[in-house]
């Protein structure tokens, strides 16, 4: 099993959790053995960027919700595997989710857990598809 850099992962996601900061995602990466944290940030096509075909890591994004007169905050933690990561890699991720998991916790209402296996084409666009 991995080790994750527990205080900068925990720093990141508060920042994201805090409707006050304007920081909107983090991006979670390998380094070695280590899950550590790879890049916050605002915009959705950085965050976007992220997601590569020699990429694994994990995502945590806060979306806004709702209409002028009521706004919700919704988060989304996106497990990703690109697809030319090797098929060993590949299984650490599953195992290494719990990690993750133990600093970014999702309330089972209304905010997904997603796991993406690349395609070709699946973040071509500004929209990304959740389960309901």
């Known amino acids: 099993m991995s080790g994750i850099d527990t205080d900068a992962v925990k720093t990141a996601y508060e920042d994201v959790r805090d409707d006050r900061s304007e920081t909107s995602w983090v991006f979670l990466k390998y380094k070695d053995n280590k899950i550590v944290c790879d890049s916050v940030g605002t915009g959705f096509e950085e ?5 590569t075909d020699d990429e694994r890591g994990f995502g945590f994004i806060r979306l806004v919700t709702g209409d002028e007169m009521s706004k919700r905050s919704k988060f989304a933690l996106i497990t990703w595997i690109g ?34 296996i690349a395609a070709p084409g699946v973040l071509a666009n500004d929209t990304i598809i959740l389960p309901l």
């Open 47 to 51: 965050f976007k960027s992220k997601f």
């Open 83 to 116: 697809q030319d990561v090797s098929t060993l890699k590949k299984a650490k991720v599953s195992t290494d989710k719990g990690l993750v998991k133990q600093i970014i916790q999702l309330s089972n209402r209304g905010n997904p857990d997603v796991t993406l």
